[in-house]
């Protein structure tokens, strides 16, 4: 790793600047982006200026304010530009495997913010105020990195112009479900050249037979989550052929079912399982041990409303867990992963979307991505792309790292500010809350300050700079 964080990080933001536009925005990119990275407790814009420019904080807060919530730069031009920059350090450990879409939510008290309704938030767990935002993010066992980021409109937002003017929601923005949105990251996704990888979703997606279909069209294999109610048709059988043609009226194409001749939901054949169907397989290492649990596949054909289809659906694999202090099957999966794939490798696959936990937990609990104070439609989007950025700094510098050290990494990376730039009261370092892995939320932060810190680089393991620096340490 050549030079100093802190040059490494003035390299990353430079490269990513030309994405900008106007060359005025890239001072006030550079230290949002900076501030990101400090262990703050609060990383909205008024403590963000204050960190970054003690002895101006209302200019900065301006400047800072106006490039995230006013500034007319793209967020799809830039978060290309930090994927192009961040995949090889992904990649150095591996090719993508997997492209991971998911959501998450950030609760919100009042009706103004941009998107805000009454709807299920996975933080609370129950239906509530709050925003949601739809994600795709590539990943392969060592990292993961956003790649596209969008909020949910819902249709009480979308068709009031009202509220869609003051929070400068776009005229071609409409109203897209959730399965719609992913869908259309992941064709944009493929017409930006990522290389293509099985699409792993939960069950809030994978429900989605439309999406599943369209999926296949693409030439994209999936492990899609899905509930215990769906319905299949087990191994080695499907829906009833058309009737033939009686000679009279037009003669029918489509499949049908009968009083006798109906599918099963997915419990109900996990249930009916033989014990031999069950095998125990660990698919990776995890913080406490390894992860092991009971699993069994079929293969089946999908029996969503086939009775209107002209072509029978093809054999998948139905993938269910059961672990084995559970009464009852706790997990089920669709997947058109190859027919010829090992039993290990198509769960270790299909249980890589625990990635899209990480990224999450670290845009949540390290970079602020929950902490944006404004109402807007681009400021949300500003701000989330900015997180992203910084995000991808810490990837990129966790990459470069020996896999025994990246773990340690994670757990302390650390940056200094330069020395003209000693933090205003107002912005005193408290450590960055860090809590259970957990894709919608952030524990409660350790409070108390850091005062005197020795001056560390991002990552342990570099030597400290010998001039004198304010350091804030993320934790």
Wanted: glycine fraction near 8%.
């Amino acid at each position: 790793m050549a030079g100093t964080s802190e040059e490494r990080f003035s390299a990353y933001v430079e490269s990513l600047s030309a994405a900008l536009g106007h060359a005025d925005r890239r001072g006030p990119f550079r230290d949002y982006c900076l501030g990101l990275l400090m262990p703050i407790e609060r990383k909205s814009v008024e403590p963000l200026a204050a960190l970054t420019a003690p002895q101006r904080t209302a200019a900065q807060h301006q400047s800072l304010l106006h490039v995230v919530g006013q500034g007319a730069w793209s967020d799809e031009r830039v978060l290309g530009a930090i994927r192009d920059l961040v995949l090889p350090a992904i990649t150095r450990n591996g090719a993508i495997t997997a492209w991971i879409i998911d959501d998450t939510g950030f609760p919100k008290k009042g009706r103004h913010s941009v998107g805000v309704t009454r709807q299920y938030c996975g933080q609370l767990g129950k239906q509530d105020n709050c925003q949601v935002a739809v994600s795709l993010s590539i990943a392969n066992q060592a990292a993961s990195l956003p790649v596209a980021y969008r909020l949910y409109l819902p249709d009480s937002w979308a068709s009031d112009p009202v509220r869609r003017s003051k929070a400068g929601v776009p005229d071609e923005v409409t109203f897209r479900t959730k399965p719609e949105i992913a869908l259309d990251q992941i064709q944009a996704a493929l017409r930006a050249g990522i290389p293509p990888a099985p699409v792993l979703m939960d069950a809030g997606y994978g429900t989605d037979t439309d999406l599943r279909t369209a999926l296949t069209e693409l030439g994209l294999a999936y492990a899609a989550g899905i509930q215990p109610h769906t319905t299949v048709w087990p191994p080695g059988q499907g829906p009833l052929p058309p009737k033939p043609w009686s000679g009279r009226g037009r003669p029918t194409s489509r499949w049908r079912r009968d009083a006798e001749h109906q599918p099963v939901t997915v419990k109900d054949l996990a249930l009916g399982l033989p014990t031999s169907a069950w095998e125990t397989i660990t698919w990776r290492e995890g913080s406490a041990g390894p992860l092991t649990s009971r699993f069994a596949r079929q293969r089946v054909r999908a029996a969503h409303r086939d009775q209107s289809l002209k072509e029978i659906r093809p054999e998948e694999w139905l993938l269910v867990e059961w672990s084995e202090d559970k009464e009852q099957p706790t997990k089920y999966w669709l997947s058109t992963l190859p027919d010829d794939m090992s039993f290990a490798d198509l769960v270790e696959t299909t249980k890589l979307r625990w990635r899209i936990e990480r990224d999450y937990q670290d845009l949540k609990q390290e970079v602020g991505l929950g902490h944006y104070e404004g109402r807007g439609w681009r400021g949300f989007h500003h701000h989330a792309t900015l997180c992203i950025a910084a995000y991808g700094f810490l990837i990129t510098e966790r990459s470069a790292l020996p896999p025994s050290r990246q773990l340690r990494a994670r757990k302390r990376p650390q940056v200094a500010l330069p020395p003209r730039r000693r933090p205003h009261p107002a912005a005193a370092a408290s450590p960055a809350p860090r809590g259970e892995l957990h894709r919608h939320h952030a524990t409660a932060p350790r409070r108390g300050t850091r005062q005197n810190a020795q001056p560390l680089s991002l990552l342990p393991g570099t030597p400290p700079q010998t001039q004198t620096s304010t350091t804030l340490v993320t934790q």
